[in-house]
C-alpha cells in the first residue's frame, strides 16, 4: 500500500518538473521592466556579449549592443523562466523548441548588417525574441513559425511590447513569404540540411542570408549566403552551432 502510494507520489512529482518542453499552453504576457532584469540585462551585455570571455568573438554594432540592452528578453519566455532571461543561454519555449542564446542571437544580427530601410524574413519566430531585436533595427520584419501554439504566444509577446512592425505567419517557411518578397535579409533560426531555393529567390541582390546547416541534433555550420548585384551567390562558412531542426509540414 505504501510503496503503492510512494510510487504514485513519484510520479506526480516526475510529471510536475518536466521541463517546459512538455507544456501546450500559452500564457498572457505584461511587458513590464523591473530592476533586477535591468541589471541582468546590463551585465549579460558588457560583461558576456561584448567582451571576449570564452572565446568568442565579441560583438562590436552599436546599433545591435544597443537593442540587446532595450529588448525584454523576458517577456518571451514563461514567467517561471524570468529569472534566467538574462543568463547567456538557450531556453526552453515549449513544444521542444529554445528561443536561442542572446550571444548567437547577436552575433547573426551583426552578420545580417541590418539597416533602417531594410525589410527580413526570419523563418522560426519560435518565442517571437530575434523578431523583437530585429524590429528595433529594420522597417518590417516578416516572420514565419510552424507551430501554431508558438506563433500565437510570439504574437501575444510582441504586441504587449509594443512591435507594430512584425507580421507572424503559420507556415512551413522552406517556401519562404512570396508575397512580401524579395527581402533584405532573411534568417533562419532552425537547423535545415540544405539551403530551401525558395528562399535564395526571395533573397534580393546586395540581400543576406544567415542559416544554420547541417544534420539535425548535432553540431551545424552557421552559414552566410550573400546575393550579389548581378544574382549570382556567395556562400561563407562562419562557425560551429547547435540550432533544433528545421520541420517541415509532413513531420
Ligand atoms: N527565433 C526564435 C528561435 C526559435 S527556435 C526565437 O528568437 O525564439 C526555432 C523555431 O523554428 C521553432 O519555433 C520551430 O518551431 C521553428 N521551425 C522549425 N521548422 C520550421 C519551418 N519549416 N518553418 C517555420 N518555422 C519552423
Redesign the pocket.
Known sequence: MYQRLFFLILTVVIICSLPLTARADTYPVSCEDQEFFQIERHNLVEQQLTTATSGQIPLTDTKIIDSLKTVYRHA?VHPELHRYAYQNRPLP?G?G????QPYI?GLMTELLKPRAEHRAL??????????AILAELVETVYS????PE?AKQ?QTALDACGYDNVKIKT????YGWEEYAPYDLIIL??AASHIAPPLIEQLSKDGRMIIPVGPPYEVQTLMLVEKTADGSIRQRSIMPVR???????DD
Open positions: 518571451f519555449i513544444f523548441q529554445t528561443i536561442s542571437v526570419e523563418i522560426g519566430t519560435g518565442s517571437g525574441y530575434q523578431a514565419i513559425e510552424i507551430i508558438l510570439a507556415a512551413d517557411g522552406y533560426t532552425a540550432f533544433v531542426p528545421f520541420l517541415r509540414d
